[in-house]
Nanobody
Framework: QVRLVESGGGLVQPGGSLRLSCLASGMNFKLFPMDWYRQTPGNQRELVARMISSGTTNYADSVKGRFTISRDNVRNALFLQMSSLKPEDTAVYYC?????????WGQGTRVTVSS
């Protein structure tokens, strides 16, 4: 069974940085695209960043130039380095993958950007 476990969220001041991590198990991690999504109350989850197995990345326009997605295929880990954080980045961040036609999500990690 695929399992995704996020960590690294917290409270940070505007302009600050955080690094989120997601540890994956139960899948051949290096073969599959991995994503970071985020969700705020009353809204759908939105795609923040994606990295496919070749290393190609995609970002939401709202985070381009501020967030960087990366992965460590030896440790089965996905990362999201977030810099120049803004209050509107406040959300619960989720790690996601699609494996054998099924969607798998982590439990989420909360990021709050506030002074």
């Amino acid at each position: 069974q695929v399992r995704l476990v996020e960590s690294g969220g917290g409270l940070v001041q505007p302009g600050g940085s955080l690094r989120l991590s997601c540890l994956a198990s139960g899948m051949n991690f290096k073969l599959f695209p991995m994503d970071w999504y985020r969700q705020t109350p009353g809204n759908q989850r939105e795609l923040v960043a994606r990295m496919i197995s070749s290393g190609t990345t995609n970002y939401a326009d709202s985070v381009k130039g501020r967030f960087t997605i990366s992965r460590d295929n030896v440790r089965n880990a996905l990362f999201l380095q977030m810099s120049s954080l803004k209050p509107e980045d406040t959300a619960v961040y989720y790690c996601h993958t699609k494996y054998r036609e099924r969607d798998f999500w982590g439990q989420g990690t909360r990021v709050t950007v506030s002074s």
